[in-house]
């Protein structure tokens, strides 16, 4: 890793905000579509930027903002990757979201954000948490090829229901699905069963299938060439250079998604995971003159 002053932590505008303390990741996953070309990384991906300073910057952006609002963070690199395990910086930025009672809806693999369970506790009691949980493979041995640095799709699963019992809402992400991989029923149906019995307010799912891009695509096709071989040949076969490829299962397993999301009331479009996640409710109702 590598350490970088950055100049500002906080992105976007109005009633939520994103922040990234890392840029890289060394879970591995065969698919991670942040590789890509598009987001111009100047350094090996497993070269991971570390923002030392982000802890400052958090704090200087909050205490100035009038407005409570939820600050989102993990959607391009994961806040517990490895290397956080002696940093901590997102376990300061957590402490500062709380300090200043702002919302949080954090987004991750590995179980390392059990560490802070009882900070998001806290944070989710005075304003909102949100925790975000990927769940792509529910076999063991295949979940281990395809996301090979981080703990297992189980394990994951235990981590739900820890957030379960402290009453801190999770969503979980059941995306990218592979085609010709991890597009079972099987697959689908024992990741949306076990979603039910741990009690997610909501799955986000783009279609079943996956990206590719310029830089994941070359990573994601020499993985499949060392553990699927003949793949690749078959992912050009069916979809050339695409940048969508969808399952050709598509249709059935959105079918078995929408209806076991309907039967338990789960949020299931991403407009309405997204709408979930960004909303700080008011905890307090201002007082009344009239009750003076």
């Known amino acids: 890793m590598h350490f970088v002053e950055a100049k500002g932590i906080l992105t976007g505008s109005g009633g939520h905000y ?17 590789r890509s070309k598009c987001y111009q990384f100047t350094h090996p991906f497993e070269d991971i930027e570390v923002k030392p300073n982000a802890p400052e910057l958090l704090e200087m952006a909050l205490k100035s903002k009038r407005k409570k ?7 391009m690199s994961d806040p517990y990757m490895h290397c956080e395990e002696n940093l901590r910086l997102t376990r300061k930025c957590l402490e500062i979201i709380r ?31 949100v925790v ?15 996301e090979p640095n981080v703990c297992n799709t189980k394990r994951r699963i235990e981590v739900l229901k820890e957030m379960q019992k402290r009453g801190i809402p999770t969503v979980v992400w059941m995306t990218p699905i592979l085609p010709f991989i991890n597009d079972t029923e099987e697959n689908i149906t024992s990741i949306l069963n076990e ?27 020499a993985a499949l060439d060392k553990h699927f071989p003949g793949m690749k040949e078959r992912y050009i076969r069916q979809f050339g250079n695409a940048y969508d490829i969808p399952s050709p299962r598509a249709k059935e397993l959105r079918n078995i998604f929408m209806k076991i999301c309907k039967a338990n009331g789960i949020l299931s479009s991403p407009e309405e995971c997204f709408e979930f996640m960004h909303e ?12 003076l």
Not at 69 to 75: A, D, F, K, P, W
Not at 99 to 106: C, L, P, T
Request: glycine residues 10%; aromatic residues 10%; negative net charge.
């Open 195 to 221: 979603c039910v019995r741990v009690g997610v307010r909501g799955i986000i799912d783009f279609g079943m299938g996956l990206t590719l891009r310029d830089g994941d695509r070359e990573y994601y096709y």
């Open 18 to 34: 994103g922040m990234n303390i890392y840029r890289g990741c060394s879970h591995g996953c065969i698919y991670c579509d942040s």
């Open 280 to 291: 700080l409710p008011e905890k307090y109702e201002q007082m009344s003159i009239f009750s």
């Open 69 to 75: 609002c939820m600050i989102g963070t993990g959607s």
């Open 132 to 146: 975000q949980i990927t769940l792509t493979t529910y076999d063991d041995d295949l979940c281990q090829i395809l």
């Open 99 to 129: 300090k200043y009672e702002f919302g949080v809806a954090i987004q991750t693999k590995s179980d390392r954000i059990l560490q802070d369970i009882d900070l998001l506790d806290e944070i989710n009691r005075a304003a909102k948490c």
